[in-house]
């Protein structure tokens, strides 16, 4: 089992729409947890920590689920700009990072 | 978060060559690492640049094939050795700092990535 699984999408979605997907991960003892946004031949880019039960940043919304072992990610009144691969990284301690392979997401005018 | 600038930005490299890539933040930092993210793929972790000693490889990357130098605490470079058209890929480093904005967590911030094609 991978250390980090997401759904790739693509999620396709109106301007407007809200979208949510999830990132599970195998480490029971993690204890960080990040959401990365990487636009095409970009770097990733931080987007929001998790920490606690979640967190908000404006439309963002990001939840952790200790006890299923997933965080989620949700994106409210999606803009175009949304338009991105988002990454979910779990820390393995030690200071690493895992990353999950991405999810897609395309928000269509 | 922190200015991270990598050189060369892109490259086109001939098979059996090395390309050594820079990576130069602008603040003091104590973790710095060295990633791959290859065509469609996710971010593998290469290696911890440890300043002062030897790098910390992953599972899967040795030293001979990617030797990695960190004299001081802004600066690290990244070799990739012999190259094949396997190694071609983004190789980006990045930085662990604490984020005073975020309840003190610990935060990896990314410099912008060495495209790397080889023939």
């Known amino acids: 089992r991978k250390e980090v699984e997401q759904d790739p999408g693509p999620f396709n979605v109106p301007e407007g729409a809200t979208v949510a997907f999830n990132c599970t991960y195998s480490?029971?003892?993690?204890?960080?947890f990040f959401w990365y946004r990487q636009d095409c031949r970009k770097e990733p880019k931080l987007l929001m920590s998790?920490?606690?039960s979640g967190n908000e940043d404006g439309r963002f919304t990001a939840q952790l689920n200790r006890a299923s072992q997933y965080i989620s990610l949700l994106i409210r009144d999606s803009k175009l700009s949304d338009s991105a691969t988002y990454l979910c990284?779990?820390?393995?301690?030690?200071?690493?990072?895992?990353f999950g392979a991405g999810t897609t997401v395309t928000v269509r005018a | 978060s922190a200015v991270i600038s990598q050189k060369p930005s892109r490259d086109i490299c001939q098979r059996g060559t090395s390309l050594t890539i820079q990576c130069q933040v602008d603040?003091?930092?104590?973790?710095m690492f060295w990633y791959r993210q290859q065509p469609g793929q996710s971010l593998t972790l290469i290696a911890t640049?440890?300043?002062?000693?030897?790098?910390?490889?992953e599972s899967g990357f040795v030293i001979d094939k990617f030797p990695i130098s960190r004299p001081n605490l802004t600066f690290s470079t990244l070799t990739v050795s012999n190259m094949s058209p396997e190694d071609s890929s983004i190789y980006l480093c990045?930085?662990?700092?604490?984020?005073?904005?975020?309840?003190?967590?610990?935060?990896?911030?990314f410099g912008p990535g060495t495209r790397l094609l080889v023939l």
């Open positions: 990045s930085v662990e700092i604490t984020d005073y904005e975020r309840s003190d967590q610990e935060t990896q911030y």
């Open positions: 480490n029971s003892a993690s204890q960080s």
């Open positions: 998790v920490y606690s």
């Open positions: 990284a779990v820390n393995l301690g030690d200071y690493k990072l895992s």
């Open positions: 603040s003091q930092v104590t973790m």
């Open positions: 640049a440890n300043q002062g000693s030897e790098a910390t490889y």
